[in-house]
């Protein structure tokens, strides 16, 4: 998939590889460097492995390969070539040993730039999104973006990756935030070839992480259906300053119903935003809940999906009631009406036997979200269709 530089003398590689060879077998990397100069010797070095998707991998599994030589490597800007040679070790079909080469990176000349690794990050805060596919509703990703930008500031980016699910109405939502310079998109429909794990998400995560590793001081890594959420008396920059002793840290889940709406917005619930309206929260206690994560990321090796388990530095996930994020599950892709089922009452048992209770935390800020999107872009998504 990809490699980057980690520093003067490490590197990252991210790809995919056999699932057997990796749960049967006993397959193993090694890094060379090969200046351009072709006198200056090959550098050699052993590499880790990591397998950062928890054996949820299918036909392929993701691996990412640090390689870190002894000393600096094309360090003089001289420019060169990282190999990476991966070994069967006598598994697969037969039992001989069969090594491919793979030219991980190529560096031209005078492309280094050694301040980077040192210099402070562009941004403050940076999105790694995972892959989006599928019949996306155009609204509820304008909505997400807008909410998300706000929350984040002036000193923020978002990195989405289009595995299908950027069709044209929906990449008119994203347009007036990449002219704005809020957004990146990558194309990575490529990958769907590959039968791994959900899209390939570990293995995009994995490379948002390393791509982006020098240009923020935390990355964020949700999806597009969560809303991260600090209390009012409090703001995201006091939270994360309060978290900055650990590398890692993860954010608790407050589950929306997808349908329940209040008996308010009935005949006008088209006009309202998502999170306006879906306002009624899963209130079951004692089960365990995905948690999202953000990480300062030059301290991270490899990442996961809910959080990352190769992280120099500390980890908590003590962060209850300073910040947690709610979650629309099944409403990202469905190109209808959310609301299905009108309500009056701060608390119910749902069709689905699932308690809920009424929570307007999000409904309140929806004004605010919807004035920041006009002063920011104008009008121009007024229309946004389901």
Same mark, same amino acid.
């Given at each position: 998939m990809s490699a980057y530089r980690g520093g003067l003398n490490t590197f990252a590689v991210m790809g995919l590889s056999s699932k057997p060879l990796h749960v049967y077998g006993n397959p193993?990397?090694?890094c060379h460097w090969v200046p351009?100069?072709?006198?200056s010797p090959t550098a050699v070095?052993?590499?880790y492995k990591v397998l950062p998707d928890w054996g949820y991998g299918h036909v392929y599994t993701v691996v990412v390969v640090n390689c870190t030589f002894p000393s600096p490597v094309g360090h003089d800007g001289s420019g060169g070539k990282l190999l990476l040679l991966a070994s069967t070790n006598g598994g697969g079909d037969t039992k001989s040993n069969v090594t491919d080469t793979i030219v991980a990176l190529t560096e031209k000349p005078e492309n280094l730039d050694p301040n980077r690794f040192s210099s402070p990050p562009k941004y403050e805060y940076l999105y790694c999104g995972s892959s989006l596919f599928g019949q996306l509703s155009p609204q509820r990703i304008r909505e997400w973006l807008a909410y998300h930008v706000r929350l984040?500031?002036?000193?923020?980016?978002?990195?989405i990756h289009d595995a299908g699910g950027i069709h044209p109405d929906v990449m008119e939502v994203f347009k007036p935030w990449m002219e704005k310079g809020y957004v990146t998109m990558h194309d990575i429909k490529e990958q769907e070839r590959f039968d791994g794990y959900y899209h390939n998400q570990f293995l995009i995560v994995n490379d948002c992480l390393h791509r982006y590793k020098f240009d923020a001081k935390w990355m964020f890594f949700f999806d597009v259906d969560e809303f991260i959420f600090v209390p009012r008396k409090s703001n995201l920059k006091a939270v994360m300053d309060s978290l900055s002793e650990y590398t890692q840290f993860t954010i608790e889940q407050m589950n929306m119903s997808n349908k329940l709406c209040l008996s308010d917005d009935m005949g006008v619930s088209h006009k309202k935003w998502g999170f306006e309206k879906l306002v009624y929260r899963?209130?079951?206690?004692?089960?365990?809940?995905?948690?999202?994560?953000?990480?300062? !990321? &030059?301290?991270?090796?490899?990442?996961?999906?809910?959080?990352?388990?190769?992280?120099?530095?500390?980890?908590?996930?003590k962060t209850e009631g300073r910040i947690m994020y709610f979650h629309y599950h099944g409403t990202i892709a469905e190109r209808r009406e959310p609301c299905q089922e009108f309500v009056n009452t701060t608390s119910l048992t749902g069709k689905d036997g699932i308690p809920y209770v009424l929570d307007n935390t999000l409904r309140r800020v929806a004004g605010n979200v919807k004035k920041f999107e006009f002063k920011m872009i104008? !009008? &121009?998504?007024?229309?946004?269709r389901q």
């Open positions: 193993s990397y090694q351009q100069n072709s006198s070095a052993a590499a984040f500031g002036e000193r923020s980016h978002f990195v899963d209130a079951r206690r004692g089960i365990r809940r995905d948690r999202k994560y953000a990480v300062q !990321p &030059r301290n991270v090796f490899a990442t996961g999906v809910h959080m990352s388990q190769n992280v120099a530095g500390k980890t908590t996930h104008g !009008p &121009r998504l007024k229309r946004t």
